[in-house]
């Protein structure tokens, strides 16, 4: 039985195909739109690599900081309804450091790219 190649394998195979032989032949508005096909094939391909690690991260995160189990949307209204009644705030211990890692989470998937998430990953170590 042969196994089918992965949705991320297929991605790259694409985004490779449309960004070396399809791209360097258009001008104009079919190169722009083809610049947006890619970024969106490239955020398609981002998503599926990086969210299901970056979930579960998040969601024991927040366990650990909330005390209680739940799905990772359950946990985040908690989180801010704690947040809105002035029960948590960026005094509470591992808040902030949740919130910064969340955020660095979301922003690999969204814009690696980005310089301030360029400069908080290499200062990582």
């Given at each position: ?25 258009l ?7 083809m ?15 990086l969210?299901p ?9 927040l366990?650990?900081?909330l ?28 808040l ?30």
């Amino acid at each position: 039985m042969q196994d089918h190649p992965s949705a991320i394998a297929v991605l790259d195979i694409a985004i490779a195909h449309l960004r070396d032989i399809t791209l360097p032949d258009l001008k104009g508005r079919a190169a722009f739109d083809m610049r947006v096909t890619l970024n969106a094939l490239q955020l398609v391909r981002r998503t599926l690599a990086l969210t299901p690690e970056s979930d579960a991260a998040e969601r024991a995160r927040l366990e650990a900081l909330l005390g209680e189990a739940g799905d990772l949307y359950g946990l985040n209204r908690a989180l801010c309804a704690r947040i809105e009644s002035g029960e948590m705030d960026l005094a509470t211990p591992g808040l902030a450091a949740h919130l910064r890692a969340t955020a660095l989470e979301k922003l690999a998937v969204d814009q690696p790219t980005y310089s301030a998430y360029r400069r908080a990953t290499q200062n990582k170590d």
